[in-house]
């Protein structure tokens, strides 16, 4: 009974003293993620009655610094469409539409923090240009400063949720909510 006791607790010795990994996360420092995007138009504007839900497309490259912080560059295509009473050639008062679409780059700064093995939470900010054109009407178009802050949700380091909101000219504020895939390069 001695000698096993004795090999009990010489095992549990060894086993507490042994290293042991654990499932860690993708952590890359290389980042891709391209993106599909609902799109929220924001600011009414005068003449309009509501915004229609719109879509785009996005991609997102960053490089992390460190497990926390990232920079990147993030380019953009939403639209969404505005709806108002319009008189047709009748003079009966329809239902129209107006395309409002608009192109971004931006330069990006993201905050990461590690909830769990497979939740990363985000915070970022991203400043750059917007060109919007509307209805190929050059007479229309318009360049603007843009500020972006979202937050972003990735899960099991790959897929990646973002609620995030674009500062631009005015017709073409919008909030959105984007779901993406994250490939990456270059483990830490």
Known sequence: MKNVTRFILAALVLLCS???????????KWNITPSYMLTFGASNLKGFNHN???????????YRLNKNLEV?????????????????FENLKINATEDF?????????????????????????????????????YAKSCNSLVVMPRISVKVRSHVKFSLGYKWQEKANR??????????????F
């Not at 654990?22 to 952590?27: H, I, K, L, S």
């Not at 953009?76 to 008189?87: N, P, W």
């Open 18 to 28: 042994a290293k042991v990994y654990a499932f860690e996360p993708a952590d890359y």
């Open 52 to 62: 229609d839900i719109g879509g785009g497309f996005s991609l997102d490259v960053s």
């Open 72 to 88: 990147g560059m993030y380019g953009s295509i939403s639209a969404f469409d505005r709806c108002y009473e319009a008189l047709n």
């Open 101 to 137: 679409m608009s192109t971004n780059l931006l330069a990006t700064a993201n905050y990461n923090y590690r909830t769990s093995r497979y939740v990363e939470l985000s915070v970022g900010l991203g400043l750059g240009w917007m060109y919007a054109e509307k209805d190929a009407d």
């Open 174 to 187: 919008h909030a959105f909510i984007s779901v993406g895939y994250t490939f990456g390069a270059k483990k």
